[in-house]
């Protein structure tokens, strides 16, 4: 990985740490951060030079993370990725990267956009934003959640024309029967990615692909798998159906990204006991907009599938995984942090239960990247000595109301991550 350059030493006296465990706070303690990692935890001496945080018993917390973004479109419309000039994507990815850091989310996984050049800036230290776990381009079947191309056009393996816009910009891949799936996944990984994305069923945004719909063959999900085992990594699937589901897991894909059709608890059993996780996003219908009827009535269909698949996923004992899936609507990107409080408030997670989700819970799957993990040399999501030193320290008690979460300006007294200060009310 690329890395900064290193930070002076800092003591937080006198917080109250929400550990790794995710059972609750500490009694008042300090936190010697030193060398990127947390040094020390109950250290009173700070070392020569060290900058010194006077917590006055607030919380300090991992930082909060991201299963599921789109930087690259989080700060873009549909409209300015396919007909803007190139440079703007990127100038506004950049931008996204310092908004989504100080509202708290030290570590995302982007999960389709070229973003393996802005990890590497982020990580030196240049410019301020998250981790990155990056997917470079979502993989798609002609016809399928990734197409962008117009109907009047020939699918891309029969005509050798010209890759539309999305993939000119890295956002997208088109790949068809599985030569093309195995090339697809290994350019992504050439070009960085830590874990491949690939359209396994219908969206919602998009143009052609109603929400029945199964994409891609057994035979072509194998491919993926195949290709990215070789890699040490795993498989993601954008998928809401169940038929998409259970063919997604059969093909060995690791991570369902959404699932929120998924036919009843069964499915969730399965994924449960195949180590499967349900990587998802707790939906209202106001988090979208869409011009088209259509979209708008698919829209509305996944909404109503969401409170049943978290209540399943929980009954099973599916790993959850936080993301907010974010994108093409710059206005909204400030969501993020609404949609985390509300797996405590609109669906019966405890604030304890939420926090560990977007912390520890996450990082667990984000692990699964193994040696094309970015971050392999030490732990995240968590409070511990070793570990990477992504710390948020918090106005108000975050394990007992987690909406002091959802103003971040206000409530983030400090935001740390890798060891450097980005953000000091107290100082």
């Not at 030193?34 to 001496?45: L, M, V």
């Not at 030290?106 to 389709?112: H, L, N, Y």
């Not at 030569?179 to 219908?202: F, N, P, Y």
């Amino acid at each position: 990985m690329t890395q900064q350059q290193t930070s002076p030493p800092i003591l937080i006296n006198n917080v109250r740490v929400f550990g790794a465990d995710g059972c609750g706070l500490t009694p008042p303690t300090s936190v010697l951060i030193q060398d990127r990692r947390i040094a020390a935890i109950g250290e009173e001496k700070p070392p020569e030079g060290a900058v010194s945080i006077q917590g006055g018993e607030r919380v300090l917390m991992p930082g909060l993370s991201d299963a599921h973004v789109h930087l690259f479109a989080a700060g873009n419309t549909h409209a300015g990725l396919t007909m803007g000039a190139t440079g703007m994507g990127y100038y506004k990815a950049l931008a996204e990267a310092e908004r989504m850091l100080m509202r708290g989310f030290t570590t995302v996984r982007d999960m389709a956009g070229d973003v393996a050049a802005l990890r590497q800036v982020l990580d030196s230290g240049a410019f301020p934003g998250p981790r990155i776990y990056p997917s470079q381009a979502a993989i798609s079947q002609t016809s399928g959640h990734g197409d962008y191309s117009a109907v009047y056009e020939d699918a891309t393996a029969f005509s050798c024309g010209l890759h539309t816009r999305a993939e000119q910009i890295g956002f997208m891949r088109v790949a068809d029967g599985r030569d093309q799936v195995l090339a697809a996944v290994r350019e992504q990984l050439k070009k960085g990615a830590s874990q491949i994305k690939i359209m396994a069923g219908g969206g919602v945004a998009s143009a052609y692909d109603p929400l029945d719909v199964v994409q891609y063959t057994p035979d072509e999900l194998s491919a993926a798998v195949e290709a990215a085992s070789d890699w040490g990594t795993y498989v993601s699937a954008h998928v809401y159906n169940d038929e998409g589901i259970r063919r997604a897991i059969a093909a060995g894909i690791r991570s369902i990204e959404h699932g929120h059709l998924a036919a009843g608890p069964e499915t969730f059993k399965l994924m449960a006991s195949k180590g499967v996780w349900m990587s998802t996003q707790p939906f209202l219908e106001s988090d979208h907009e869409y011009d088209n009827p259509d979209n708008t009535e698919k829209n509305k269909e996944v909404c109503a599938g969401v409170l049943n698949s978290f209540t399943w996923a929980r009954e099973a004992g599916t790993k959850i995984a936080f993301g907010t899936d974010l994108l093409l609507e710059p206005e909204k990107a400030g969501l993020q942090n609404e949609m985390l409080i509300r797996l405590s408030t609109c669906f019966e997670f405890s604030p304890t239960e939420a926090l560990r989700i977007a912390t520890s819970g996450n990082a667990e799957l984000f692990r699964l990247s193994g040696e094309r993990d970015p971050y392999k040399e030490a732990r995240l999501g968590e409070i511990t000595v070793g570990a990477w030193a992504d710390v948020l320290l918090v106005e108000g008690d975050p394990t007992e109301d987690l909406t002091v979460l959802g103003d971040p300006d206000k409530n983030l007294a400090v935001i740390i991550k890798d060891g450097r200060i980005y953000k000091n009310l107290l100082g």
